[in-house]
């Protein structure tokens, strides 16, 4: 379990429905990404092959220094040629997230360096060769809480309100995506999907960008856009994030499991996924 200023709870049932209209765009972000800020970085290149200890995601992603038995489905791999090493999450046949007894996965909520009231996450994200897609599950993204609130606290179920807002991101059954929100609009107990139109495959690397500009308090105007491999596949401009000014974007979620809070969303076969270049950016 994870240690110290981050929890590891339990995913409940999600969908991966949209909600309302969104605007479906065409499009490189490499324009905007020229006028950013680097809040973090990683490749994963500079750590030893093998699994990977609290120390070393540390060093890699940020936050505390977790006890080692959190990374117990996480190692580092030569993935050869241009890729380097990557980090990789193995994910057993007929488990989700602490269901049987133990981690099956990752959670943790990493600080970034400094809140900001836009932000993007992109990484680059390759799901193994005949990976079981089952019905879903989880993968990075970003959050924000009010101060003194828990990181984790706006997941898991339940209407945040003011105390925050978290935008991981979803595969589902077939490879599809979505982004996965918690947030003070949420019409769901769990949380609300808005669906990519699009798919992922297996055995190659993709590249998964989402940007998220917060919400003026009282009003509709937070932004969401997303992209696949370069191409945008998700524009939102009516989002709100938080009711309370102090809420902005505090976190890198670092969650990656199936399900899902029931076992029919567990793979029948051993699978995994291998993520790098992790890149955290804002603008301003």
């Not at 981050?6 to 949209?18: E, K, Y």
Request: proline share 4%; hydrophobic share 35%.
């Amino acid at each position: 379990m994870l240690r110290r200023t981050t929890t590891v709870f339990m995913l409940a049932l999600a969908t991966a429905l949209p909600l309302g209209t969104a605007t479906v765009a065409t499009g490189t972000a490499s324009a905007e990404e020229t006028r950013t800020t680097t809040l973090r970085f990683a490749d994963f290149d500079t750590l030893r092959a093998g699994q990977m200890s609290g120390a070393e995601f540390a060093e890699a992603i940020g936050g505390p220094v977790w006890a080692d038995g959190a990374f117990d489905d996480s190692s580092v791999v030569d993935a050869g040629g241009k890729s380097g090493k990557v980090y990789r999450i193995d994910l057993d046949a007929g488990t989700i997230r602490d269901n049987p007894h133990g981690n099956h996965g990752i959670v943790a909520a990493v600080p970034l360096a400094r809140q900001v009231d836009n932000a993007c996450i992109r990484y680059r994200v390759r799901f193994g060769s005949g990976f079981d897609w089952s019905k879903g599950g989880k993968l990075p993204g970003l959050s924000g809480v009010a101060p003194g609130v828990s990181p984790t606290a706006p997941t898991g179920g339940g209407n945040p309100g003011d105390k925050g807002w978290s935008g991981r991101l979803m595969w589902g059954s077939g490879g599809s995506l979505s982004s996965y929100l918690y947030y003070p609009s949420q019409t769901s107990y769990y949380g609300q999907g808005f669906a990519w139109g699009t798919r992922a495959g297996d055995g190659g690397w993709h590249v998964l960008r989402q940007c998220y500009t917060m919400n003026t308090v009282g009003r509709a105007n937070g932004v969401m856009r997303a992209w696949l491999d370069g191409q945008q596949v998700l524009s939102r401009t009516d989002m709100v994030y938080r009711l309370n000014s102090r809420v902005r974007i505090s976190h890198i979620m670092w969650a990656v499991f199936r399900g899902g809070a029931t076992l029919d969303w567990a793979g029948q076969r051993d699978s995994h996924i291998d993520f790098d270049r992790l890149r955290i950016t804002t603008s301003g």
